[in-house]
């Protein structure tokens, strides 16, 4: 069965920081376009962070300087390291795979086909 687990959400106070991390099983996504969502309670899903194939990666504005997404292949596991938190950052978070596109040339609009079922992050300030 293809599947993206997430974990490593949690309660953090401004600030802080915390580690997501998206396990796959069933498929070798290790050369595909990879991306981390996240959707607050009565707005929409947003993009956080992509990661291409070639390990190229691009942020939302909102979270640059901040997030820093990542992979290990050996694990077949995509990483979102989240820094200076902020009360706005609380959400579920997603993870997402292409499944078919090594590139993420069209941004957080690339087709994803692939959902975890999301961890909750909640930032107090």
């Known amino acids: 069965q293809v599947q993206l687990v997430e974990s490593g959400g949690g309660s953090v106070q401004a600030g802080g920081s915390l580690r997501l991390s998206c396990a796959a099983s069933?498929?070798?996504?290790?050369?595909?376009?990879m991306g981390w969502f996240r959707q607050a309670p009565g707005k929409e899903r947003e993009g956080v962070a992509l990661?291409?194939?070639?390990?190229?990666?691009s942020y939302a504005d909102s979270v640059k300087g901040r997030f820093t997404i990542s992979k290990d292949s050996a694990k077949n596991t995509v990483y979102l390291q989240m820094n200076s938190l902020k009360p706005d950052d609380t959400a579920v978070y997603y993870c997402?795979?292409?499944?078919?596109?090594?590139?993420?040339?069209?941004?957080?609009?690339?087709?994803?086909?692939?959902w975890g079922q999301g961890t909750q992050v909640t930032v107090s300030s």
């Open positions: 997402a795979a292409s499944l078919f596109f090594r590139s993420c040339s069209s941004g957080f609009r690339t087709p994803f086909r692939l």
């Open positions: 069933g498929y070798t996504w290790s050369n595909v376009c």
């Open positions: 990661m291409a194939g070639d390990g190229g990666t």
